[in-house]
């Protein structure tokens, strides 16, 4: 098969490198055109870039999916089979193009958690599972026929940093496994039953990040780790912005939702409606991370 790979970051990284290291025929990457990053605002390569050109295989780097030009492209590497892991939405033009098809990973276990950010929102929402799901792309975003799917249980410590690689690696999986299916024709698409309520995976917004202490300790628990490390949950404190990046739920304890309170052995605590979050990490504004012993040394103690 020859395979066209769409993707950016590193958790579609992981799987290029996955699919080259196993032996399948990339004839092509497509991913997003580089950055400006950093002080200097050097430019910037994708991380599929960089394993792309380390295994010398053609980069396109569209402003324009529907421009002529690159679909000529595309054209011209006579893909079979289109691979897309964390990239834009394709034009069916596109996506339509490679005879075998072209399918997707998504990191929720579909049809639960559509959208553009399933590894936080499982988290925003204090669920006990997820897991990967590799689709054939129609017209509706996460819609198409489900090939294969894996369940992952969600720890307790998990933050979106630690669950995102957890299934980055678990996809990476999935996807050599889809790979050899569809090769060995052995894989029947199932449309997706949609049997209970599902919940939406919508990007996330700067008002998203923003902390409500009227809500129970749970709740604002799993905010603040569903957000960690980026882009961090934020309240304010003696009028500056603050982002929680790790805390603890203490159902027991009873202070006013909001206020910041110094207990012994320089633990933060911060009131909810019920009960409260002691702050293990937090970044003030302007500031890099700390510790929340260190937080209460050199700011609490001027309140």
Same mark, same amino acid.
């Given at each position: ?14 799987? /290029? ?17 580089? #950055?400006?990053?950093?002080?200097? *605002? ?10 792309? %050109?380390?295994? !010398? ?18 054209? @011209? &590497? ?9 990239? !834009?939405?394709? $034009? ?7 005879? +075998?098809?072209?399918?997707? /990973? ?36 996460? @819609?198409?026929?489900?090939? /294969? ?13 630690? *669950? ?9 999986? &999935?996807? &050599? ?15 997706? +039953?949609?049997? @209970?309520?599902? =919940?939406?995976? $919508? ?19 799993? /905010? ?23 805390? !603890? ?6 202070? &006013? ?5 110094? %207990?012994? =052995? ?14 293990? @990490? ?17 700011? +609490?103690? #001027?309140?």
């Amino acid at each position: 098969m020859r395979i066209l790979f769409f993707g950016t970051p590193e958790f579609a990284a992981c799987s /290029l490198r996955q699919i080259i290291d196993h032996g399948f025929q990339v004839v092509g990457v497509v991913t997003a055109p580089d #950055r400006p990053a950093g002080r200097g *605002l050097n430019l910037k390569e994708s991380a599929v870039k960089q394993v792309a %050109l380390a295994a !010398r295989i053609p980069v396109l780097q569209p402003v324009n999916l529907k421009a002529a030009e690159f679909q000529e492209q595309l054209r @011209t &590497l006579a893909p079979d089979l289109g691979v897309v892991i964390a990239f !834009r939405m394709l $034009p069916q033009s596109v996506w339509n193009m490679p005879p +075998m098809g072209t399918f997707n /990973l998504h990191a929720s276990l579909l049809p639960d958690y559509r959208g553009a950010a399933p590894v936080n929102r499982v988290l925003m929402n204090g669920e006990k599972k997820t897991g990967v799901s590799t689709f054939f792309l129609r017209h509706e975003i996460d @819609t198409g026929d489900i090939l /294969l799917q894996e369940s992952l249980d969600i720890d307790p410590e998990d933050n979106a940093g630690s *669950l995102h690689d957890r299934l980055m690696h678990l996809g990476a999986a &999935l996807v &050599l496994r889809t790979l050899e299916g569809i090769q060995q024709q052995s894989l029947t698409p199932k449309p997706q +039953m949609v049997k @209970t309520q599902l =919940h939406a995976a $919508p990007k996330i917004f700067p008002d998203d990040c923003r902390i409500h202490w009227d809500q129970d300790c749970e709740a604002v628990h799993n /905010l603040i780790r569903g957000l960690s490390p980026v882009p961090g949950a934020f309240t304010t404190f003696q009028g500056k912005t603050v982002k929680i990046l790790e805390s !603890r739920p203490w159902a027991e304890l009873d202070f &006013l939702p909001g206020s910041w309170h110094k %207990l012994e =052995h320089n633990r933060v605590v911060i009131g909810c409606s019920k009960g409260a979050v002691e702050v293990l @990490t937090l970044q003030p504004e302007g500031k890099k991370k700390m510790a929340a012993a260190d937080f209460a040394n050199g700011w +609490m103690h #001027r309140v």
